[in-house]
């Protein structure tokens, strides 16, 4: 199973703005995850985009996906201070589990 | 459905004592996941689980760890002896199989922080 790197590290922007986080893998996968983690608690799933996909929407989320380049944004449009977490990218590949990177920090500052 | 269960939330133990996670899965689900989670290492996979029987301990970092899952609905983590490095939050995860493939979101417990002294 492969490791996903997210970027940036740590992202801080004002509520209402845009908030982009990035993901890069290295080798084919079935579909790639993405989860969000506050403070304390356990990762909770995003969203799942397919390897034969190339953008996916969940209400203000936006996911794209390059098999190509193998990597994948994360679009949060109109951020929210309750946005603010850690968020993880995690790829499938056949019957592997999900492995995780250390993620994105995001602060959203009201 | 509860979600995943996971006990104690938090455990606090003297080094060299045993400690016992354990975790409750989603009904249905095929698989698990034990992970343990720190700010140096970030999230690491120690072990997971295919219909029981365990597929891939490579994450364990050593034999002092162990995981056990006896039924479908119920998996412990083991440490013994524990150590202070030892301390981090540990999360259970399950995920199910859909048309033949491991596709889906997994689903996380709340983590049992530990801490040993």
């Known amino acids: 199973s492969q490791q996903g790197e997210e970027d940036p590290q740590a992202l801080s922007i004002q509520e209402g703005e845009n908030a982009t986080m990035n993901c890069s893998y290295k080798t084919s996968i079935n579909n790639l995850q993405w989860y969000r983690q506050n403070s304390g608690r356990g990762l909770v799933h995003l969203i799942l985009i397919r390897s034969n996909e190339r953008e996916k929407h969940s209400g203000r989320l936006r996911v794209t996906l390059d098999t190509s380049k193998k990597s994948s944004s994360l679009l949060i449009t109109a951020s929210r201070a309750a946005d603010t977490a850690s968020y993880f990218c995690?790829?499938?590949?056949?019957?592997?589990?999900?492995?995780f990177g250390k993620g994105t920090r995001l602060s959203v500052i009201a | 459905d509860a979600g995943v269960i996971q006990s104690p939330r938090h455990e606090v133990t003297e080094m060299g004592q045993e400690v016992t996670l354990r975790c409750k899965p989603i009904s249905g689900h095929n698989s698990l996941f034990w992970y343990r989670q720190t700010m140096m290492r970030g999230l690491e996979l120690l072990i997971y689980f295919n219909n029981n029987v365990p597929i891939d301990d490579s994450g364990m970092p050593e034999d002092r760890f162990s995981a056990k899952m006896p039924n479908a609905s119920f998996s412990t983590l083991k440490i013994q002896p524990s150590e202070p490095r030892d301390s981090a939050v540990y999360f259970c995860a399950s995920r199910s199989r859909t048309g033949g493939e491991w596709y889906t979101e997994a689903f996380f417990g709340q983590g049992t922080r530990l801490t040993v002294v």
């Open positions: 995690a790829m499938n590949s056949g019957n592997t589990p999900l492995v």
